[in-house]
Nanobody
Framework: QVQLVESGGGLVQAGGSLRLSCTASGGTFRSYNMGWYRQAPGKEREFVAAIRRYGSNLYNEDSVKGRFTISRDNAKNTVYLQMNSLKPEDTAIHYC?????????WGQGTQVTVSS
């Protein structure tokens, strides 16, 4: 069973930056493709970005193109999401999970709030 703990969220003004972290335990992190997802109030959870176990990346181009960067440190069992040029529409709870997501592994997420 994999446990995932997200951190790094907060309140930031539009145009600002945040770096989210997600640390995994209970599994073989380096063997997993990992993803970031988010859920805004009143909306469905959506895919944000993914990084394959060998490091190639995918992004939700419509939402985060050119602004977000996903990375991983296998030695620390951690995946990161660097978020730049934040917009109010980025306000959401951000979650990490495997990619594709595994229903059993959703954690509490970390809240990102972007003020205008």
């Amino acid at each position: 069973q994999v446990q995932l703990v997200e951190s790094g969220g907060g309140l930031v003004q539009a145009g600002g930056s945040l770096r989210l972290s997600c640390t995994a335990s209970g599994g073989t992190f380096r063997s997993y493709n990992m993803g970031w997802y988010r859920q805004a109030p009143g909306k469905e959870r959506e895919f944000v970005a993914a990084i394959r176990r060998y490091g190639s990346n995918l992004y939700n181009e419509d939402s985060v193109k050119g602004r977000f960067t996903i990375s991983r440190d296998n030695a620390k069992n951690t995946v990161y999401l660097q978020m730049n040029s934040l917009k109010p529409e980025d306000t959401a709870i951000h979650y990490c999970n495997l990619y594709p997501a595994n229903y059993d592994y959703w954690g509490q997420g970390t809240q990102v709030t972007v003020s205008s």
